[in-house]
RNA sequence: GGGCGCGUAGCUCAAUGGAAGAGCAGUGGCCUUUUAAGCCAUUGGUUGAGAGUUCGAGCCUCUCCGCGCUCACCA
């Protein structure tokens, strides 16, 4: 570890103190209370006790995150896990060699122990008068903190870690400097644990597929592959959990989730991360209009009991969860953004010629479903920022969705939609074995010569289904976004602990 | 992958092609109720890496690395 000049400054304090016979990484802590602990008991005893002095001593620990020193007083702030207090060490209480010590040794960043009573100082602010102290961990690089700045006697406040590159390099310092990173990953957490509450509630089951599949599918994307070298044997890594799942239901499983990774080879956004986590659920006897209604109060429920509101600012603007939300039918969506009626263009060649007419454009060769799909990312997408359902979608895009009834061209799908991202999809799966087939080998047939586009068949997937599957509703949500937009952030880099960032190359 | 922008002290940022700076942090002093503590002094730089143009490059040119925005991609 190659130590700069501030770093070698603490290494020299490190051996100061051993030379001192003090433990700088002692094994055992005596704190007894938490931070939080410590304010409440405080708290409480000055209801029931006006005046009189607190007596009842606390041993708190935490991190350095302020030292304001003088003469013979010192005043700090320590940070834990559950809130942050003032300490302050004084002459008196301590003798002159122990406030020596800390002076000498304790810098920012560095955790302390601290021991002592509760009062208020001068300014009113509730602080433990401490009476003995020691390092728990000696910090030898210094937190990539900076103070504002007075320029004009005007204030500047910077950002105590602004830059992404070392925040999300170093998630760990950026989640010890700034308070609202951690916040953002309890509300994840959060969120997890409503999802749960409400899928267990509604008696589904959490259940746990392959991550490691010898054959992918259940998306349009580009895998991650790898490979089994005992086995000789290549596996890709899930792009979605569906058709495992859907192999639950023939099993008996009525009522099936899962939360968990996907990985996915493409692009990287501020919405796109390499890997990401979903919410996966299929529900047998249901259908994608009982799916539609189950999902609005979800996610309502979610923002409820999370942030104990439905209505969540994003982007500047309040997005109203309650339910119901609103229902935009894909075709009429359309003509109403750009005037082209879908179902007047039966094919690909016709549908591009009225969208070129618009001025709208398109990657040649695309199929009418592909085409349909920009239409919905260019002109309806950006423009749902109310949440918003868009049902009904065109069968080439959606090989696993059971047709409308008397319309083979439509099958039930919906997407959901708010602050401008998709948030989930959903579907009436399909759960006819010959007609699955025959769209696995349509949509073959579509992308013979884009390999990006082409996937495999799954002949044990067939299989299953040829068993027999119950009729059910599926859903899938991406739950990154959804706590970007429960967190009001705008990049997925910021509710993902650890996002993928490009390799550092060495030297 | 394409386009645009950015990269200067530990952090946040300055610096017409002409002597690399400030605030905070750090270090040494003074200071027993501060909280963005204050006052005095002071250390700290391969300007992302490499090459080129120039009497002279943080600044101009090229290559590379990384980050951001954007486009493409993303049933």
């Known amino acids: 570890m190659e130590l700069n000049e501030l770093e070698k400054i ?23 209370h938490s931070i939080r ?11 029931d006790h006006q005046d009189e002095p607190f007596s009842e001593t606390f041993i708190l620990g935490g991190r350095i995150r302020s030292i304001r020193s003088m003469g ?20 008196n209480e301590l003798g002159e060699e122990a406030l020596a010590q800390f002076k000498d040794y304790f810098d920012l960043g560095d ?41 004009d006697g005007q204030i500047i406040r910077h950002a105590t870690l602004s830059d992404p590159e070392t925040r999300f390099r170093q998630r760990y310092a950026d989640l ?69 799942l859907k192999r639950l239901l023939v099993g008996g499983l009525d009522r099936v989730y899962e939360i968990g990774r996907d990985f996915r080879n493409e692009g990287v ?38 942030l104990n509101t439905q209505k969540v600012q994003f982007k500047g603007q309040e997005l109203d969860l309650t339910p119901p939300w609103k229902r935009v039918e894909l075709r009429q969506g359309i003509l109403d ?16 010629k009225a969208m070129n007419a618009k001025g709208l454009t398109a990657k040649p060769d695309s199929t009418r479903g592909k085409l349909i799909d920009a239409l919905i990312g260019d002109l309806l997408e950006p423009n749902f920022i109310q949440p918003t359902f868009l049902y009904n979608y065109p069968r080439d895009i959606s090989p696993l969705a059971k047709n409308v009834p008397n319309n083979p061209a439509v099958v039930e799908r919906f997407e959901g939609f708010m602050g401008g991202m998709e948030l989930c999809n959903s579907f009436t799966e399909l759960n ?12 073959g047939r579509a992308y013979e010569n884009d390999d990006e586009e082409r996937h495999p068949m799954d002949e044990d997937y067939l299989q299953a289904m040829s068993y027999g599957m119950p009729p059910n509703g599926g859903f899938g949500m991406g739950i990154d976004r959804l706590v970007m937009l429960l967190t009001n952030t705008t990049s997925i880099r910021e509710v993902i602990l650890f996002p993928h960032l490009r390799e550092r190359e060495e030297e």
């Open 176 to 244: 010890a400097i700034n308070e609202e990173v951690r916040e953002i990953f309890r509300v994840r957490s959060a969120v997890v644990r409503a999802l749960q509450r409400f899928m267990d509630s509604h008696g589904f089951i959490e259940v746990e597929t392959p991550i490691l599949q010898p054959i992918y599918g259940g998306a349009a994307a580009q895998p991650f592959t790898t490979h089994h070298n005992q086995l000789h044997q290549d596996l890709y890594l899930r792009i979605s959990f569906e058709l495992y």
């Open 269 to 306: 956004s501020f919405k796109h991360n390499p890997e990401f986590t979903q919410l996966e659920f299929y529900w047998a006897y249901a259908d994608y209009l009982k799916v539609m209604e189950f999902t609005e109060q979800m996610v309502s429920t979610v923002a409820r009991e999370v």
């Open 72 to 91: 013979k007083l010192a005043f700090a702030h320590i940070e834990d896990g559950s809130g942050r207090i003032q300490i302050m060490l004084r002459l």
């Open 37 to 47: 602990q410590a304010l409440d008991a405080f708290a409480q005893f000055e209801a």
């Open 432 to 443: 006819d074995p010959l007609e699955q087939e025959k769209r696995f080998i349509e949509m």
């Open 337 to 352: 953004a750009c005037g082209i009626d879908i179902d007047q263009y039966p094919d690909a060649p016709s549908l591009l």
């Open 10 to 32: 603490r290494a020299e304090k490190i051996n100061a103190m051993r030379s001192q016979g003090i433990e700088p990484y002692p094994t055992r802590s005596e704190v007894d």
């Open 111 to 151: 955790f302390i122990q601290a021991g002592g009573t509760l009062m208020r100082s001068r300014t009113g602010e509730v602080t433990l008068l401490v009476s003995s102290f020691k390092m728990l961990a000696k910090a030898v690089s210094p937190l990539p903190a900076a103070k504002d700045e007075e320029v």
